[in-house]
């Protein structure tokens, strides 16, 4: 027997490490994010408690992202046998089918958790997790093309994530029109935000066959792109936000969208290099915008 392989792989099971590795807790933060902003958008209501509010962080974050991240995973693991062979699967560390039946497992108990939480948590949820295998597995397999995939994630990443949120707090019922409107918009921004997530792997996306924007249009013009996609949804939320009689909020987004103005255009001069530090920046500055929102549709300084 290799003394060097792990004992975990070489009877067949994958250590606790490994599976943690696959449900990749560095990308729990969006949902969670946009998770909280749904339940402070929502106001004070029957469900606003600590218990909601870690019931729907663990849904978000490790239940329904996690469940999205090991799906992935698995649907992308002869890719990462040439570019991440390190990762779980490819190494041996997860072996077999070990990923497969744990995305099945982690799927279904996403869905049972949210079952618990009411009927629309439910349904959100539901479509959530059928986006995640969308994206990754065949026949759809969304993540081949940059407008369908990004699509898909910003939906499921921000604006199920936020109506999760307030659905939590109205004990399971549909939020409002104006909660959902806001969060759609989000989600459409989201769109340009996972463009620019996808600059860092142009090279390997045009040898791979996959479509994302970068690899369609250009570093340049998919930049151009992506600033459309962020800031279009934000004038349409400072606008709403005037017609409902937030103008604080309107304001406190409207200065944010003036910094990520300031922001586009250093990155539209040298996308390529500016993509990595617009992500830290201008992106930090998007969600402070969207938590400015749901104070205001809350209600909570009136």
Known sequence: MDQSAPVNVAVGRASP????ELLKPITWFPPMWAFLCGWVSAGPGVGLSSWS???????????VCGASQIVNDWYDRDVDALNEPQRPIPSGRAPGKTALWFAIIWTAAAQIWALMLGPWVAAATFVGLALAWAYSAPPLRLKLNGWWGNSAVGLSYEGLAWVTGAAIVLGGDLPSRPILIIALLYSIGAHGIMTLNDFKSVEGDLKMG???LPAQLGRERAAWVACLFMLVPQLV?????????????AAAVAIVVAAQLLAMKRLLSDPKRLAPWYNATGVSLYVLGMMSAAIGLGGWLA
């Open 17 to 20: 490490g490994a599976l943690l």
């Open 53 to 63: 509010l870690l019931a729907g962080i663990a849904l978000t974050g490790p239940l």
């Open 210 to 212: 996959i479509r994302s």
């Open 237 to 249: 939320v400072v606008g709403l936000l005037l017609q409902w009689q937030l103008s604080p909020f």
